[in-house]
């Protein structure tokens, strides 16, 4: 009988928000052909895999950043040699966050104002002037 596989860690279980189908797929050193999902993660488990403290592979948390290999015993992959690598292919598209204390509104406002152009109400006919 087979288990689903959950994180050890409680503190891990929330890391994954969303999951959406994808059209990517990554084709495996074996050969075989696996398809990918579009996950959703939290900031702070974003901020934990670009600093290598979490496998880009499995998602496992790690005790340092940047191990040689991944500590979970199912997946060890090279995190110090592949890890940002990796990153680059897996987050493409990548949003980030509003940088925090960015107001959007008031940028808008000083947009507006520094584009604004006078426009006259009325055209006045050539035969006129």
């Known amino acids: 009988m087979s288990k689903i596989w959950t ?10 928000q969303d ?4 059209t990517r797929v990554r084709h495996l ?4 052909v696996m398809g990918e ?3 959703t993660l939290t900031p702070e488990a974003m901020g934990e895999l ?3 403290y979490r496998c880009a592979a499995c998602l ?3 005790d340092e950043a940047f191990p040689e290999f991944c500590k979970a015993e199912f997946c060890r992959f090279p995190i110090r040699a592949e890890q940002q690598r990796q990153m680059q292919l897996d987050f493409v598209g990548q949003q980030p966050p509003p940088l925090a204390g960015f107001n959007v509104e008031e940028e808008l406002d000083i947009l507006r ?3 604004h152009r006078k426009r006259p109400m009325m055209t006045v006919p050539k035969k006129i002037k």
């Open 60 to 62: 496992e948390r790690q």
């Open 50 to 52: 670009w600093a290598g």
């Open 19 to 22: 999951i959406q189908p994808s």
């Open 29 to 32: 050193p074996d050969g075989r």
């Open 7 to 16: 994180p050890p860690d409680p503190d891990d279980w929330g890391v994954v």
């Open 113 to 115: 104002q520094r584009e």
């Open 37 to 39: 999902s579009r996950i």
